[in-house]
């Protein structure tokens, strides 16, 4: 699915789907209605519907996601699963007082190590001392760990020399995306919450959206610089990123720095496992 798609464009995706077919030959809505009477007959339960919404760059248009599930739940009793981000997802779907919202946060670095497919490239990254630094940069964030274990692959031992050059790399260039395409892009609106947002850090407080709005300011969305959060029941406004919140706790602002702070970490995570 697209941004901006309309509510009939997505029921008749889900309806193909539901049905079988893959074009739009047949009365949908029918032959839908058929396939999930005897669904329910033989499984007396309705089948889950998961509607993924793709990112949303900035000028696009929701994607009309609230009126299509409503009219999958209130039509067809279907249980319906957005998958999508923030940027991703009209505020209104988050406000039709039977949504459950289920957050999928950052992993730690504990279970990030747990997982079966990275116990190769945590225990080169240990190996090399860039462990540390490796998730100081991504974070707990899969699918990053997954380019990291394809670098490992493209150089496999002894090729060590050129395998921690090149995590080194993947590194740099992540705090360089997160500078240069993140924060330096951001709207004026985002760039003033940055002020705010390292008064905060120097005060050592948390910046809530309470807060935000005592000072005239909300997010804007999308924003691949901040997102609100729950922590303690309240809502936090924090990095989006691992490596965004690094160059604003560092006050990154050029290429340079960031070498600089990659070369840092490397070489302190290296000496502690040294």
């Known amino acids: 699915m697209e941004s901006g798609q309309t509510k009939g464009v997505i029921l008749d995706a889900a309806y193909m789907a539901i049905s079988g077919l893959s074009t739009r030959t047949f009365d949908l809505t029918d032959r839908t209605k058929r396939v999930l009477f005897f669904y329910k007959l033989l499984f007396r339960h309705s089948p889950i519907v ?73 225990t080169r990254l240990k190996k090399h001392g860039l462990d540390e630094a490796t998730f100081a940069v991504l974070g707990g964030v899969p699918a990053l760990y997954r380019d990291v274990k394809r670098v490992s692959s493209k150089y496999p031992a002894p090729r060590d020399t050129e395998f921690v050059a090149e995590v080194k790399g993947f590194l740099l260039r992540t705090l360089l995306e997160a500078l240069t395409k993140n924060i330096v892009r951001a709207s004026a609106n985002t760039d003033e919450i940055i002020k705010i947002y390292k008064e905060c850090l120097k005060a050592g407080t948390v910046l809530t959206s309470v807060e935000l709005k005592a000072r005239g300011k909300a997010l804007d969305y999308p924003n691949k610089v901040f997102r609100e959060t729950d922590v303690n029941k309240r809502c936090v406004v924090e990095p989006a990123t691992a490596a965004v919140d690094l160059i604003l706790r560092n006050d990154i602002v050029n290429d340079d720095q960031c070498d600089a702070y990659v070369a840092h970490l490397c070489s302190t995570n290296a000496a502690k496992s040294g």
């Open 50 to 122: 998961v509607i993924q919404v793709p990112e949303r760059s900035a000028g696009q248009q929701y994607a009309d996601v609230t009126a299509a599930t409503r009219a999958l739940t209130d039509e067809h009793d279907l249980t319906v699963v957005v998958d999508g981000s923030p940027n991703s997802l009209p505020p209104e779907l988050l406000t039709t007082i039977r949504q459950v919202v289920v957050e999928v946060r950052a992993m730690s670095k504990e279970m990030i190590e747990s997982i079966d497919e990275f116990q190769g490239i945590v």
